[in-house]
């Protein structure tokens, strides 16, 4: 049998003591990267404005949230599929793959017709996005060390900053404005402009060989996925939650993902190696993603309808109050290497950042029944400095510790386990204020019934924050000058000594 992905070898690779910036040798490459990243960073939080926008267009506020859901889990299923296949055919092919997706499925989105095809053509958009996202930290971790990442994270993270603005910004003025089918409509040129730069400046060789593609595990896992985000969202709502309907949907999902368990462990190349579970740093980097990806999504998806329904304030400033999320998370990226983890360690800066999110989610929690919008976008700013040294060290970490050959499978799963927290959360919160919602008799515009199902929201992310500190507290003492490949897996030894 042939040799795992060490045929594949960059035309761009890391040197010691060179430049970063964009005028350097690897510059042309790290704008396509920012250009790429910039896709999903604005898509992150251009929608949640206009939510209410949407539903009173469209109809159905009791499924909103599978327009995060059903995009969060086709990225999420998709990731360890690309990342996979990136470690397999080159970085390159994946990432226009993605971006072609992500354009198609932007252009469907913003000629959909109801609520339920809306949600659909949000599949689409999320199986582009699981290409793009972790294949562009893939080749950032490809041609940069780990030093060096400490400076890149600077120029990523500037792009989710001007994102963090200008994405609230463009969902509410398209929102106040009533053109809300231009929020997916703003993507093509970018995705034009992105698979441009990824053609013209990414540069790499691949030497083909034969592979088994694991579709039996991608289909097993994502039905799996499926179910149980129905189960969550449609439960209390559809149907009741002891319904024999409801019961059956848990269990065909947990008999799945055990089934999915198995197949795994058998797959000559499996979409999620479990070798990955079986390391430390692996692991607790993998929940920590996990955790990240629910506290994002619970605020994000919730802060411009509860600002909105309980204050009665426009659009826009809703998105700005969001942006302070958004905007603490890249300044904590930016400052995390140089002050922090190649100085600390990736342990003590992820648990700083452990508890700045705690406060922050605390801080939310315990004030939402008194709306504010100074108040909300105080919390999401600390709470976002929290996940920004949260979120990059850990990943960085999970990416240091493994070889060429690993590094896609690695980045994918970090970016998996983020997707489907982020998916699974939309799907927990959605029921959680569905339910309050429903008790209250009322509609989701009244006042009262916004700030209550928005505080009960609040409260869940806080828990989630509090569960996610177990994460760092298990994590690995590891330097940054420590940090070295782990061996290749064993059966990826087998493979090539075949």
Request: hydrophobic content about 55%; charged content about 10%; overall charge neutral.
């Amino acid at each position: 049998m042939p040799a795992p992905a060490a045929a594949l070898s960059l035309d761009v690779t890391p040197a010691p003591h060179a430049a970063i910036g964009l005028r350097s040798e690897r510059g042309p490459v790290l704008l396509a990267l920012m250009v790429s990243t910039g896709l999903i960073a604005i898509d992150a939080t251009i929608l949640a404005t206009a939510v209410p926008s949407v539903v009173r267009d469209l109809g159905g506020f009791a499924q909103f949230p599978w327009l995060f859901s059903v995009y969060l889990l086709a990225q999420a299923v998709s990731v360890p599929v690309y990342a996979k296949l990136a470690d397999v055919f080159g970085r390159k092919p994946l990432m226009l793959l993605g971006i072609g997706l992500f354009l198609v499925g932007s252009l469907l989105c913003g000629f959909a017709w109801s609520m339920p095809a809306l949600i659909a053509f949000r599949a689409i958009q999320g199986l582009g996005a699981g290409a793009v996202q972790p294949i562009s930290m893939t080749i950032a971790g490809d041609i940069y060390t780990v030093a060096e990442r400490a400076r890149v994270q600077g120029y990523i993270a500037s792009v989710w900053a001007v994102s963090s603005v200008v994405g609230p910004t463009l969902g509410g003025i398209f929102s106040q404005l009533g053109i809300w089918r231009w929020i997916f409509f703003v993507n093509v040129p970018l995705t034009l402009v992105a698979a441009v730069l990824i053609l013209r400046n990414f540069q790499e060789r691949v030497q083909r060989r034969e592979h088994r593609i694991d579709y039996l595990g991608s289909v097993l896992l994502t039905t799996a996925m499926t179910l149980l985000i129905l189960g969550v969202l449609e439960g209390g709502q559809a149907w009741a939650w002891t319904s024999p309907v409801s019961i059956g949907i848990f269990v065909a999902g947990l008999v799945l993902l055990a089934v999915f368990g198995l197949v795994e462990r058998r797959a000559a190349e499996p979409v999620l190696p479990l070798w990955v579970f079986s390391r430390r740093l692996l692991a607790t980097t993998t929940l920590l993603a996990l955790g990240v990806g629910v506290i994002l999504i619970g605020l994000t998806s919730f802060v411009p309808t509860y600002l909105e329904n309980s204050l009665g304030v426009e659009p826009l400033t809703a998105g700005l109050a969001l942006a302070a999320l958004t905007i603490g998370w890249p300044i904590s990226a930016t400052l995390s290497g140089r002050l922090f983890y190649l100085r600390l360690g990736f342990r003590p800066t992820v648990l700083i950042g452990l508890a700045l999110t705690v406060v922050g989610t605390g801080a939310l929690a315990l004030l939402a029944q008194h709306p504010s919008v100074a108040v909300v976008a105080a919390a999401s700013f600390v709470t976002g400095l929290g996940l920004g040294l949260v979120a990059s060290p850990s990943l960085i970490a999970a990416q240091a510790s493994v070889g060429w050959a690993e590094r896609g499978v690695a980045t994918g799963t970090n970016m998996f386990a983020r997707s489907i927290g982020s998916a699974v959360g939309a799907a927990i919160f959605g029921a959680v204020a569905n339910g309050v919602i429903s008790a209250s008799g009322r509609p989701e515009t009244d006042p009262a019934t916004a700030t209550d199902a928005g505080a009960a929201v609040f409260v869940a992310v806080a828990i989630a924050a509090l569960l996610t500190v177990a994460a760092g507290v298990f994590m690995p003492q590891v330097r940054a000058d420590q940090a070295t490949p782990a061996p290749e897996p064993e059966t990826a030894t087998e493979t090539a000594a075949a």
